[in-house]
């Protein structure tokens, strides 16, 4: 695996995208930004991401670059206490949001049955270190998380990746964890 420089630094402009929910990170916010050998060429090409994104997916730079910094982070305990359950729970990090599955088609990377159309999925990616992105790795049902993830206490993490989920989405969600 590619070695990655982590490193804490205000945003010096809105341009760069987080790679850990695809939102703008704001001019002057402070962000998370991965340094690694770039894989379509010469030289180096740094991923960004909020400090909360890099402290749910990439909770070993997060917390690398959150130990060096002199750059004071809001919310630093909490952060902290994130990215160490990320590395508690290796799989956690994976998590990348929740939706309604639109067939009936996929399998659930835990149990291996089908996730029925119109039931609620927990999607995955993975950290892909040779072109240095997330790519899709699948789905799980709300009830295998505890198995898949070693834990189910993931509801914040999945509300903040599926910001568009609404209360009574989450009910349903939180119920179907809690088994
Ligand atoms: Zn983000
Ligand atoms: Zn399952």
């Known amino acids: 695996m590619a070695e990655i420089i982590p490193t804490l630094e205000p945003a010096a402009s809105s341009r760069a995208s987080c790679r850990g929910c695809g939102e703008k990170i704001a001019k002057g916010e402070l962000r998370l930004g991965a340094r690694l050998p770039n894989p379509y ?6 991923l960004w991401f909020h400090l909360v994104c890099g402290a749910y997916k990439m909770p070993e730079p ?8 002199t750059q004071t982070i809001d919310n630093a305990q909490w952060l902290e206490s994130e990215a160490n359950r990320g590395l508690e729970h290796r799989r956690l990090p994976r998590l990348n949001g929740a939706d309604r599955a639109p067939s ?7 149990c291996k049955e ?6 609620w999925r927990i999607s995955l990616v993975y950290y892909d270190a040779e072109v240095g992105r997330f790519e899709p790795s ?16 993931i509801i914040d993490r999945l509300k ?7 209360a009574e989405d989450v009910d349903e969600i939180q119920k179907e964890l809690d088994g």
Request: glycine fraction near 12%.
């Open 41 to 46: 060429g010469d030289g180096e090409m740094t």
């Open 62 to 69: 997060y917390l690398e670059a959150a130990r060096s910094t």
């Open 104 to 110: 009936g088609r996929a399998r659930c990377r835990s």
């Open 114 to 119: 089908t996730i029925e159309k119109n039931a």
């Open 138 to 153: 699948g789905f799980i049902h709300p009830k295998c998380a505890q198995d898949y993830f070693g834990t189910k206490g």
């Open 160 to 166: 903040h990746f599926a910001p568009s989920l609404i």
